[in-house]
């Protein structure tokens, strides 16, 4: 747990942490020293290690302000995560509220915690996909530069790095698909988030899809959900599963659906090779 406060350049301050034990501890303001008539930031982390030598790749660090996922060695100037499932499920929780010193009051302070994770799950169809390529392999390549985090769950700069996955047409499947599932950092739509984008590549190196203008995933996302609810708000930390359907109708037609929201169609700018 860290409580956190606004300064006056409306940066975090530290103001105290605790480590917690499951099942959840019930704490009082008088045990974490803190101050009625005053509006606190609670943080909670899961399965977060302190910063040392023997931090391995795809466990959470805490290094004094900062939470970053700890990834491998450099492959040939790019980091790449070749087994997303390597990357653990890890969760966060934030709740900003004031702690009021009127008599009655109740200051309990409920903190809901969420994935930092999204698994996402993805099908490419169409004609181009035949039967004779029954067993052939594709590449699928998402680039991100997410996975270092204020104590505030703020997303921080670091080096770009790339989820790789190899996605396989089945031998004798009915439906001419391709399909991976990939477990990728938190995917978010608040601004100045990270907006990882999606290639595919077949056997031969080239690349079968690649969303126009680097299109993020973030974007096609959010473009399906409006398609089918044009008037409500898209919150995308309520989402942790993202089934990605992209149809390959045709030399220059694209169609991609995500959770079976709305079709979002490009009729050029996409590459299809495959």
């Known amino acids: 747990l860290f409580v956190l406060t606004k300064g006056h350049d409306d940066k975090d301050s530290l103001v105290v942490t605790r480590r917690l034990q499951l099942p959840p501890q019930k704490l009082s303001v008088r045990e974490l020293g803190l101050e009625l008539d005053t509006t606190y930031s609670f943080a909670v982390w899961f399965n977060l290690k302190e910063k040392g030598s023997d931090n391995e790749p795809y466990t959470y660090i805490l290094d004094e302000d900062t939470v970053y996922m700890q990834l491998p060695e450099i492959e040939r100037d790019s980091i790449t995560i070749r087994d997303t499932e390597q990357i653990k499920p890890f969760f966060q929780g934030l709740t900003e509220q004031h702690l009021h010193s009127t008599s009655g009051t109740n200051n309990t302070v409920p903190i809901t915690v969420v994935p930092q994770t999204n698994?996402?799950?993805?099908?490419?169809f169409g004609k181009s996909i035949t039967p004779e390529n029954d067993g052939e392999s594709y590449k699928f390549v998402i680039n991100d530069n997410s996975g270092k985090y204020s104590l505030g769950n703020k997303f921080l700069e670091r080096p770009r790095f790339y989820y790789v996955s190899?996605?396989?047409?089945?031998?004798?499947?009915?439906?001419?698909?391709?399909?991976?599932?990939?477990?990728?950092?938190?995917?978010?739509?608040?601004?100045?988030a990270p907006k990882p984008s999606l290639t595919i590549d077949n056997e031969a190196g080239r690349m079968a899809f690649g969303a126009p203008d680097q299109t993020s995933l973030v974007s096609l996302i959010l473009q399906s959900w409006q398609?089918?609810?044009?008037?409500?708000?898209?919150?995308?930390?309520?989402y942790h599963t993202f089934?990605?359907?992209?149809?390959?109708?045709?030399?220059?037609?694209?169609?991609?659906?995500v959770n079976d929201w709305g079709e979002v169609e490009w009729d050029n700018g996409v590459i299809l090779d495959l």
């Open 119 to 124: 698994e996402l799950i993805i099908k490419v």
């Open 166 to 192: 190899e996605g396989v047409k089945p031998v004798g499947s009915e439906k001419d698909t391709i399909e991976t599932t990939m477990r990728v950092l938190k995917l978010s739509n608040e601004q100045g």
């Open 227 to 238: 398609m089918s609810h044009p008037l409500d708000t898209f919150d995308i930390e309520k």
């Open 243 to 257: 089934n990605l359907d992209i149809d390959l109708d045709g030399a220059r037609n694209v169609t991609i659906t």
